[in-house]
Nanobody
Framework: QVQLVESGGGLVSEGDSLRLSCLTA????VGWFRQVPGNEREFVAA????????FYADYLKTRVTINRNNERTTVYLQMSSLKVEDTAVYYC???????????????????WGQGTQVTVSS
């Protein structure tokens, strides 16, 4: 069983920056997704086990950066210039056997964290 634990969410104002963390027990490939009630989980960013490759959702790539620490146990999602529409629960996930092809598809990930709430106020 792979465990993932997200942290770093909170209430911020528009224009602020925020860094989310995903603690992983293994050096695995990780994707970040977000979800608002009533909607499906949407892809944000993903990173390979050695820090490469990196993938971003086109509509977010100018405002988010994904990285992992040298020990490869934590994946970070740095978000800047936050907007009200970024409000969501953010999840990290792993266990995608076809990562390089399906990195942006939530259904291909087997393991998920509990999520961390990000709320952006105007």
């Amino acid at each position: 069983q792979v465990q993932l634990v997200e942290s770093g969410g909170g209430l911020v104002s528009e224009g602020d920056s925020l860094r989310l963390s995903c603690l992983t027990a293994n050096n695995n490939r990780v994707g970040w997704f977000r979800q608002v009630p009533g909607n499906e989980r949407e892809f944000v960013a993903a990173i390979g086990s050695d820090g490469l490759p990196k993938f971003y959702a086109d509509y977010l790539k100018t405002r988010v950066t994904i990285n992992r620490n040298n020990e490869r146990t934590t994946v970070y999602l740095q978000m800047s210039s936050l907007k009200v529409e970024d409000t969501a629960v953010y999840y990290c996930a792993s266990g995608n056997p076809a990562f390089t092809v399906t990195y942006d598809q939530a259904s291909y990930y087997s393991y998920w964290g509990q999520g961390t709430q990000v709320t952006v106020s105007s």
